[in-house]
Nanobody, 126 residues
């Protein structure tokens, strides 16, 4: 059972940056896909970015393209989400998640991710 622990959330002003980190307890085929999701009050959880730990490919939600960047360390046990030019609409609880690839691909579908962290709050004020 993989365990994920997020860190790096906080409160910032619009236009500022934050870097989230997620430490995962194991790197196996069950955790080949690592994703960041977020959920704002009153809204459904949405996929933000994901990375394939095997292939290194990345995918971003349209709302964060050009502002957020997902990366992993060489050991593939920590995944980062660099968030630049933050907007008030980015305010949410951010979750790290891990799951298997589906047909060799990593998605941003919540249902494809089996392991979840507890979440870290990001608040952006205008």
């Amino acid at each position: 059972q993989a365990q994920l622990v997020e860190s790096g959330g906080g409160s910032v002003q619009a236009g500022e940056s934050l870097r989230l980190s997620c430490v995962i307890s194991e790197y196996t085929s069950s955790t080949a896909c690592m994703g960041w999701f977020r959920q704002a009050p009153g809204r459904e959880r949405e996929g933000v970015a994901r990375i394939s730990l095997f292939l290194g490919t990345k995918l971003y939600a349209d709302s964060v393209k050009g502002r957020f960047s997902i990366s992993t360390d060489n050991a593939r046990t920590t995944v980062h989400l660099q968030m630049n030019s933050l907007k008030p609409d980015d305010t949410a609880m951010y979750y790290c998640a891990a799951g298997r690839a589906q047909s060799g691909m990593c998605s941003l579908r919540e249902s494809d991710y089996n392991f979840w962290g507890q979440g870290t709050q990001v608040t952006v004020s205008s």
